[in-house]
C-alpha cells in the first residue's frame, strides 16, 4: 500500500551517525558504461532507487546482462553495445537516465522508443536531441520534443558543439554518442558541471581530453574507444547527504555525521554556500574511493546568517537549492538565489513549489523569473502546513526536514517518490531521532 502523506513532527536533537545512499548521477553511468563495454563491471554501493532500477532495466532491455549479487552490488556483463530493444523504455521520473541512455544508444544502428512518468513526460527532450541530430540521429517526438519519443541512431559524424546551458545531462549524452561517431565530439560549457561521465569514460578506457579554452571547459573525446569492463565503488551520494546535513544544522542540540560522502568540486556547492551562512561543518578523513574524493561530514546546529549565492556556483548545487531554500528559512536575514532557471524543468518547477510550500510554512518568499529569495528570521519558521510536491522527491524531503525543526508539524503528499533517490530517508532520520511518520 503507497503512503498518502508523511508529516515530520518538531522535538529531539538529532544525533548520530549515518551513511546515505551511494550518488545517482555515479549509479546511472556506472549501469550504461557496463553495458556498453565488453566484458564484466561490478558495481558496489549502487543506488537501489527507483529511477536507478529503471536504468538497470533498460540496460537489460538493450542487452546487457544485468545481476544484483548483494545490497548495492551488480555485475554487468556487457557485449560491447547495445541491441535494438523489443519493447519501449520507460525510464520512469528519471531525466538522466533517459537523457544518457538517448545519447548512449544513438551510436547505434537500432530504433528504440523512450517514455517516463507524468513528470517526465512534461520535462524538455530537445536540448539532448538537438546536438543528437546535427551528428545525424533522427526522432519522432510529441511537441516540443516531449516523451514519449523514437530515437534512430548510428551513422552519427563528428560534432563541435557549445551547450546553450549548464547541463551535465546534455554534455554526458553527447559524449556517450560520440563513442559511435566517425570523428571526435568537442563540448564547450558555459560553466563546469559535473564531470562523473569524463571520469567513468577514462576509466572504461575511452580517450578524452579536458582543456580550458578562454575561461570555458571544453571536453573532447575521440571516437571508436573499445570500453572495457572495469570496477565502481559508487561513493554516497551529496545530493542526499544535504538532508541530515540541513537537519542536524537547523534542530537545536543536534551533530549528526554523514560517512563516506562524494567531496568532488562539482558537487560541494551546497557545503561551500552553508558554511558562509555560519554552519559548523568539519570534513574529517577525507580520501580517495575509485578515483573520487570522499569524506565524512560532522554538522551541528548552527546560527545561520542570509547569503548571496554567487549564481556561478549553482551548477555544483544545482539539485541543493530545495535544501539550501530550507536550511535560508532558519536563517537571519536574505539568501538571494539567482541564475538557477534551471530549477524550473527538474523533476517539477521546484522555484515555485518551493516558493509555494515555504509561504505555506509561514516563511517570507520571493519568487523571480530566475531565482528567489528568502527571508529568514533567525527563528524557527511556523509550520503547520500539507505541502504539496507535485510528485518531487526534493521538494517532499526538504519540507519534511524544515517540520523536524519548525514550529508546528509538516506533512508531505506523494512522499513515496522519495524512493526514487533516497529509498532510506525516513527510516534513517528516525534513526537520528527525527519524529517522520505515516498519515
Ligand atoms: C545530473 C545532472 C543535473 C542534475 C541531475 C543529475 C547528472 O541535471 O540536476 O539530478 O547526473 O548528470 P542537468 O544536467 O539537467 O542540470
Known sequence: ??????????????????????DKSISHRAL????LATGRTTVTGLLEGEDVLATARAMQAFGADVVRTGEGAWTMDGKGGFSEPADVIDCGNAGTGVRLIMGAMAAFDIVATFTGDGSLRKRPMGRVLEPLGRMGATW????GGRLPLTLKGGGLSALTYTLPMASAQVKSAVLLAGLGATGPVEVTEPEPTRDHTERMLKAFGAELTVADHNDRRVVTLQPGARLTGSVVAVPA??????????????????????EGVMLNPLRTGLFDTLREMGADLTIT??????????????????ALQGVIVPPGRAPSMIDEYPILAVAAAFAAGDTVMRGIGEMRVKESDRIALMAAGLEACGVDVEEEPEGFIVHGTGAAPRGGALVETHGDHRIAMSHLILGLAAREPVRVDEPGMIATSFPTFAGLMRGLGGDISEG
Open 285 to 302: 578523513n577525507r580520501r580517495d574511493a575509485s578515483g573520487e574524493e570522499v569524506g565524512d561530514i560532522t554538522a551541528r546546529h548552527s
Open 1 to 22: 500500500m503507497t503512503t498518502a502523506v508523511l508529516t515530520a513532527r518538531p522535538g529531539a536533537a538529532l544525533r548520530g551517525c549515518l551513511r546515505v545512499p551511494g
Open 140 to 143: 519522432i517526438a510529441r511537441e
Open 32 to 35: 550504461i558504461l557496463g553495458a
Open 237 to 258: 551520494d551529496p545530493s542526499s547527504a544535504a538532508f541530515p546535513i540541513v537537519a542536524a544544522l537547523v534542530t537545536p542540540g543536534s551533530e549528526v555525521t554523514v
